[in-house]
C-alpha cells in the first residue's frame, strides 16, 4: 500500500494548470487520488449517483470530512437514457455493468470544469471491493474478466471524455 501511495503521489506531483475534476466514487481509491491531487493542484470532485445512494452519501460524508468540493449529478431517469443513447456504441458488447459505469463516466466528463479528469479505476477489480465479488463462488474467474477488461473500459472512457 505504501508503494502504492507513493506512486500516486509522484503522478500528482507532476499535475499542473487550473487543476483537475475527479471522479468521485465515495470509495476509497478516489479519496486517495483527491487527497493526493488537492496536494499540488485544485480539486473538483464529481459523485454521479441517485438521490440518497451510496456513492451520493460516501462521497458527502468525505465532502465534509476532508473539505473539498463536490458537485453531485443526481442520476434520473431521462439522464440516464440520454447518457445511454452516447455511450451505447462505444460498448463492445451489451453489458449492464459497462453501460452503467459507462453512463456514469460521461455525465462526469459533462460536468467536469477542468481540462483533466482523474479516475480511482481498478482499485475494486483488483482488490475485490465490489458487491459481486461477495461470496462469489467464481471470484478469481470474475476479477479475473473484470480486469482484462480494464484496459478497454478506459479506453472507452477516454473516447466519451473526448466528446464533451
Given at each position: 500500500?505504501?508503494?502504492?501511495?507513493?506512486?500516486?503521489?509522484?503522478?500528482?506531483?507532476?499535475?499542473?494548470?487550473?487543476?483537475?475534476?475527479?471522479?468521485?466514487?465515495?470509495?476509497?481509491?478516489?479519496l486517495f487520488l483527491t487527497l493526493c491531487a488537492r496536494t499540488f493542484v485544485p480539486v473538483q470532485c464529481i459523485v454521479v449517483g441517485t438521490p440518497g445512494s451510496f456513492d451520493v452519501q460516501q462521497a458527502?460524508?468525505?465532502?465534509?470530512?476532508?473539505?473539498f468540493p463536490l458537485d453531485v449529478v443526481e442520476l434520473e431517469k431521462n439522464s440516464y437514457l440520454r447518457a445511454l443513447k452516447v455511450v451505447g456504441p462505444y460498448l463492445d458488447a451489451p453489458d449492464p455493468m459497462r453501460a452503467n459505469l459507462g453512463v456514469v463516466m460521461y455525465l462526469v466528463f459533462e460536468s467536469a470544469k477542468r481540462g483533466t479528469v482523474l479516475v480511482g479505476h481498478g482499485a475494486d477489480e483488483y482488490?475485490?471491493?465490489?458487491?459481486k465479488y461477495q461470496n462469489n463462488p467464481h471470484l478469481e474467474r470474475e476479477r479475473a474478466n473484470d480486469l482484462l477488461h480494464l484496459q478497454s473500459d478506459m479506453e472507452r472512457y477516454i473516447r466519451l471524455g473526448r466528446l464533451k
Open positions: 500500500m505504501t508503494l502504492l501511495l507513493e506512486r500516486m503521489l509522484d503522478y500528482c506531483s507532476t499535475l499542473q494548470g487550473d487543476g483537475v475534476s475527479i471522479a468521485f466514487s465515495g470509495g476509497v481509491d478516489s458527502r460524508f468525505f465532502k465534509t470530512t476532508y473539505d482488490f475485490g471491493g465490489y458487491k
